[in-house]
């Protein structure tokens, strides 16, 4: 099998890296520790299952899924922000671009190098997820399909880190650059959701009638937490409480993008994440300056 030589060499270098082994210890240890006290909190202090003690396994399982979303916004952006500002620091860039590679390998081989942390964090975190499966509620196929959200939502925000990180010559500014365009993906997108929700209120007029947000809702599309919220409310709750969100914002009960956000994100969310890629590749390219 033939591997990206970047992807490679960014693969060998993090595995000779302390740091990266003690975040995921660290990881895994808080993990391990919510689950064990998951499960032998419950099973002592009761004895026995009953209805009502299947809501502690949940949130246990809840906490640890967004505990890993959030290390992915924290770890992916700083990793990714400086793959290639860090190049052209240490003057390897131009080296890298003399090769037979391509400008979009070194882009993708940057990438999957970054995904790779997240990849690891979250496949090694498996068994202490897979404690919470013991209770039900959560199957071994929920575990991948949160895995794979985790790599999508990974994907989105690392394609992010290597758009600044090419466009920005500082590596500082590139991962602080990285964080804020993620900041507005996450929190933005609800910003102005809620700023065109207060907005059409004034304009009604009506304090009894609810004004309607019209298109701004489709800004949720573009953001990676309320793609994981989702996901989470279908395996945990009832899976409308995304549908319960927007329509505080408007009667959207029947709109079809609303009723279908999270499939819908995750494909829109990985075309914006080609075009940033593209983006990048044009711009690392020599040869389009």
Known sequence: MNWNPVFEKEIKKNTRSVRISWIVFGCNLLLGAIA???????????????????????????????????????????VAGASISLEREKRTLDLLLTTHLNPWKIIIGKLE???????????????????????????????????????????????????????????????LMSYLLVVIFVVGTIAVVAMGYYLQFLRGGDFWAAPDTGPWI????????????????????????????????????????????????????????????VAAGRKLNPLKK
């Open 36 to 78: 064990l006290i998951c499960f032998f909190g419950e099973s002592s202090i009761r004895g026995y299952m009953t209805p009502a003690s299947y809501t502690m396994p949940m949130r246990c399982y809840m906490i640890m899924a967004y505990l890993l979303f959030f290390l992915m916004l924290l770890t992916i952006p700083l």
């Open 113 to 175: 190098a970054s995904l790779s942390i997240i990849f690891v964090i979250a496949f090694s975190a498996m068994p202490a997820l897979s404690l919470i499966t013991v209770f039900g509620g959560v199957g071994l196929l929920d575990l991948l399909v949160l895995v794979a959200i985790l790599l999508v939502s990974g994907v989105f925000v690392g394609s992010i880190g290597i758009f600044c990180s090419v466009m920005f010559k500082r590596t500082t500014v590139a991962a």
């Open 218 to 277: 489709y800004l949720f599309l573009l953001n990676p937490f309320l793609t994981f919220f989702g996901l989470l409310s279908h395996q945990l709750g009832s899976g409308r409480e995304l549908m319960m969100l927007c329509g505080l914002f408007g009667g959207y009960e029947r709109d079809w993008l609303v009723q279908h956000m999270v499939p819908m994100s995750v494909a829109i969310q990985l075309l914006l994440s080609v075009l940033f890629l």
